[in-house]
């Protein structure tokens, strides 16, 4: 702390900023009706806003990393479709007729819809969009399931930590392209990392759904 020294009046200035932006995504839909992205182009603009900003373009231009931006974006962009043409819908459907997996076991079922989601989770950057058009299929699916004992509540809950599994390509997850803006490391090193944990955590879910979650009655 005594190399770093007090702060300066910028880092002050941009303390302020980052709280204000944090409590109105806190408070959203609560205290106010500004969604996200509006706040944050907000305080994107008070960034850039002379004298209260705290950078200007010739700064921010050789710094920021655009690539992954243009990478991220192309991610969302990439999901959207996928929402918006039905085209994961119908992949879903498609993947649900090929395994029958209106009849098939308690095990299997997890297996292959966990299976299915960690990988159509690598077109998507976001894992909410991903649960808001996937999650319903599941539902549906388990609902339907002829299998007896089957807990559609907890089928449906440990598909949605499948879901989570954004660990292949930076692009998977926002966390993801915080870390790979960097510039420490590239997608090889990355997936290198991304693709063995995605694999321990997939054996893992089989696991727990052949034992402990079995002996709990989720699965």
Same mark, same amino acid.
């Given at each position: 702390?005594?190399? /770093? ?9 941009? &303390? ?12 959203? *839909? ?14 994107? #603009? ?23 931006? $243009? ?5 969302? *962009? ?9 085209? #994961?819908?119908?992949?879903?459907? $498609?993947?649900?007729?090929?395994? +029958?997996?209106?009849? #098939? =076991? !308690?095990?299997? &079922?997890?297996? /292959? ?12 950057? =976001?894992?909410?969009?991903? =649960? ?9 699916? !388990?609902?339907?399931? =002829? ?7 907890? $089928? ?16 998977? +997850?926002?966390?993801?392209? !915080? ?15 991304? /693709? ?10 089989? $696991? ?12």
């Amino acid at each position: 702390r005594k190399e /770093i020294g007090p702060m300066t009046f910028d880092e002050k200035k941009l &303390l302020c900023i980052s709280i204000g932006l944090l409590a109105l995504w806190a408070t959203g *839909g609560k205290l106010h009706s500004i969604d996200t992205t509006t706040t944050t182009i907000i305080a994107i #603009a008070l960034f850039f806003f002379p004298k209260i900003g705290i950078m200007d373009w010739k700064f921010a231009q050789p710094n920021i990393d655009w690539g992954s931006i $243009v990478m991220f974006g192309a991610g969302i *962009g990439l999901g959207s479709v996928l929402l918006k043409t039905k085209a #994961a819908t119908w992949l879903a459907q $498609v993947f649900v007729n090929a395994f +029958s997996l209106e009849t #098939a =076991s !308690v095990f299997l &079922l997890i297996a /292959i819809m966990a299976a299915f989601l960690i990988l159509i989770h690598l077109g998507f950057a =976001s894992a909410t969009a991903l =649960s808001s058009a996937m999650i319903p299929i599941v539902i549906s699916i !388990v609902m339907g399931h =002829s299998a007896e004992g089957l807990n559609p509540l907890g $089928v449906t809950m440990l598909m949605q930590y499948a879901i989570c599994f954004g660990l292949v390509l930076p692009v998977n +997850s926002p966390q993801g392209m !915080v870390a790979y803006g960097t510039d420490t490391f590239d997608v090889k090193t990355f997936m290198t990392t991304g /693709i063995p944990l995605t694999i321990i955590g997939y054996i893992m879910m089989l $696991v727990f759904a052949l034992t402990y979650w079995h002996w709990m009655g989720i699965a």
